[in-house]
T-cell receptor, first 114, second 115 residues
Framework: AQSVTQLGSHVSVSEGALVLLRCNYS??????LFWYVQYPNQGLQLLLK??????LVKGINGFEAEFKKSETSFHLTKPSAHMSDAAEYFC????????????FGKGTKLSVKP | GAGVSQTPSNKVTEKGKYVELRCDPI?????LYWYRQSLGQGPEFLIY????????DSGLPNDRFFAVRPEGSVSTLKIQRTERGDSAVYLC?????????????FGPGTRLTVL
């Protein structure tokens, strides 16, 4: 069975600092990988996804993530945090060839200090 | 354009009551998913529709939960004899196609509280 682990339920960074949110998956076959962001009182919004091809994926709002098969990881980064990045971030996977139901991690709440 | 909408945004009910939660997907989207998000957890899959039929209902926790999508558009999640443990945010998502690479667009959710 597939699973997703997000290290750190809360991450706090200063404005302008590097953002690093960790995600590891467990799957016998590399899945498709997603990062979603949830702002307060809003629905989940897709930041980026990896399906095939280049392992470094660029998303919206300056975020990017790199698929590392050897480490079974898909960490999310942003070089310089902005106050508007404060939100909850979810890593998710779905099995290749499946109907697409997503398996989510527990989420990481990002706080950005001025 | 219009995104996925869910009504009501909040629902408070008493233990043992019946509730219906509605999802309006993006027009033309074939696939529709329901997830449940408990406090402090990520969303958990409940059921998936491809068109009108429930293609996978393996995530429904028990037979008190049922969902329909009679015309392949709007979907209703129905919960009978609600229990306090059913309290959660119920999320609906839709995608244009049925591939696992298709982006799922989420609604804002319905927060269900069972007293």
């Amino acid at each position: 069975a597939q699973s997703v682990t997000q290290l750190g339920s809360h991450v706090s960074v200063s404005e302008g600092a590097l953002v690093l949110l960790r995600c590891n998956y467990s799957s016998s076959v590399p899945p498709y990988l997603f990062w979603y962001v949830q702002y307060p009182n809003q629905g989940l919004q897709l930041l980026l996804k990896y399906t095939t091809g280049a392992t470094l994926v660029k998303g919206i709002n300056g975020f990017e993530a790199e698929f590392k098969k050897s480490e079974t990881s898909f960490h999310l980064t942003k070089p310089s945090a902005h106050m508007s990045d404060a939100a909850e971030y979810f890593c998710a996977v779905t099995a290749r060839g499946s109907q697409g139901n997503l398996i989510f991690g527990k989420g990481t709440k990002l706080s950005v200090k001025p | 354009g219009a995104g996925v909408s869910q009504t009501p945004s909040n629902k408070v009910t008493e233990k043992g009551k019946y509730v219906e939660l509605r999802c309006d997907p993006i027009s033309g989207h074939t696939a529709l998913y329901w997830y449940r998000q408990s406090l402090g957890q990520g969303p958990e899959f409940l059921i998936y529709f491809q068109g009108t039929g429930a293609a996978d209902d393996s995530g429904l926790p028990n037979d008190r939960f049922f969902a329909v999508r009679p015309e392949g558009s709007v979907s209703t999640l129905k919960i009978q004899r609600t229990e306090r443990g059913d309290s959660a945010v119920y999320l609906c998502a839709s995608s244009l196609g049925v591939s696992s690479t298709d982006t799922q667009y989420f609604g804002p959710g319905t927060r269900l509280t069972v007293l």
